[in-house]
Nanobody, 124 residues
Framework: QLQASGGGLVQQGGSLRLSCAVS????????MGWFRQAPGTEREFVAA????????YYADSVKGRFTISRDKAKETVYLQMDNLKPEDTAVYYC???????????????????WGQGTQVTVSS
């Protein structure tokens, strides 16, 4: 089970940190991802991290501004979002899936486990 939190309202250029708490057994070959969905758009990939090795992956739109990390002891994945822009406004979802190959990590349809989403609103 995944529980996302940390969303809110922030001004352009501000920062937020999202958290995704994982309950239940976490397999070492899991990939943890963050996706977002703005009104009227499809859910899109933001970032992902391999639970075991810590390899990270980012969408081009957030590279250099967002950082994904995980705390194995707390079984939590974080998304640090800096220099936020109005176009980052969306509901953010965390997701998990085991056994993914690198080329599929950014595909939303391969993730079977999803959190409930947390709203991020960036004002201009």
């Amino acid at each position: 089970q995944l529980q996302a939190s940390g969303g809110g309202l922030v001004q352009q250029g501000g920062s937020l940190r999202l958290s995704c708490a994982v309950s239940g057994r976490t397999s070492s070959n899991y990939v943890m991802g963050w996706f977002r969905q703005a009104p009227g758009t499809e859910r899109e990939f933001v970032a992902a991290i391999k639970w075991s090795g810590g390899n990270t992956y980012y969408a081009d739109s957030v590279k250099g501004r967002f950082t994904i990390s995980r705390d194995k002891a707390k079984e939590t994945v974080y998304l640090q979002m800096d220099n936020l822009k109005p176009e980052d406004t969306a509901v953010y979802y965390c997701a998990a899936q085991s056994g993914l190959i690198q080329s599929s990590i950014s595909r939303r349809d391969v993730y079977n486990y999803w959190g409930q989403g947390t709203q991020v609103t960036v004002s201009s």
